[in-house]
């Protein structure tokens, strides 16, 4: 596991969400919060990720297939990068041009990465990856500080889109 609170350079200020993976969109924390919680009826997989982290990068071409693999039966998949501005173009651009997702992508909008996550989940102490599962109901149904495989996501997803939309 990596902390990103060691790693993470200051992040860009903040612009509203919208844009899709071919083009990172700085978001906030309550940003991030509301998207992930506002998809009310689907499931949801919010993952937090750097290209710096290397377990990240096993970890999101999986989830990329599983994004696709699942979109039918209800799951969103919202990808939260922490990699910092000054690397976007070097690093996360080029990284998602080999691993294209169908799915937003977001960085990190904001110069306090210790308020950001504690936004997001105040027991989370900054590793990443990170992956927070959201019940149809927009509740955390399930976290995980540490990578995943391909099967233990799926196990999680599975059980949760088996769960009739409310």
Excluded at 1 to 29: K, N, W
Excluded at 103 to 118: K, L, W
Excluded at 153 to 163: F, G, I, N, T
Aim: include cysteine; charge should be negative; aromatic fraction near 8%.
């Amino acid at each position: 596991m990596l902390t990103f609170l060691a790693l993470a350079a200051a992040l860009t200020s903040s612009t509203a969400p919208g844009l899709t993976a071919e083009a990172p969109r700085p978001a906030s924390a309550p940003e991030i919060k509301e998207l992930s919680r506002g998809q009310r009826g689907k499931v949801v997989l919010l993952n937090f990720w750097a290209t710096w982290c290397p377990p990240c990068l096993v970890e999101f071409p999986e989830i990329v297939a599983i994004e696709r693999s699942y979109r039918v039966q209800g799951l969103v998949v919202i990808s939260v990068s922490a990699d910092s501005s000054s690397t976007i173009d070097t690093n996360l651009l080029p990284f998602l041009e080999k691993h294209p997702a169908d799915f937003p992508i977001y960085t990190m909008a904001t110069d306090n990465v210790e308020e950001f996550m504690r936004v997001i989940d105040p027991e989370w102490t900054g590793d990443i990856p990170a992956t927070f599962f959201i019940d149809r109901q927009g509740k955390v149904a399930s976290k995980r500080f540490a990578a995943m495989t391909r099967e233990e996501m799926e196990q999680v997803l599975e059980a949760l889109l088996e769960k009739p939309e409310p």
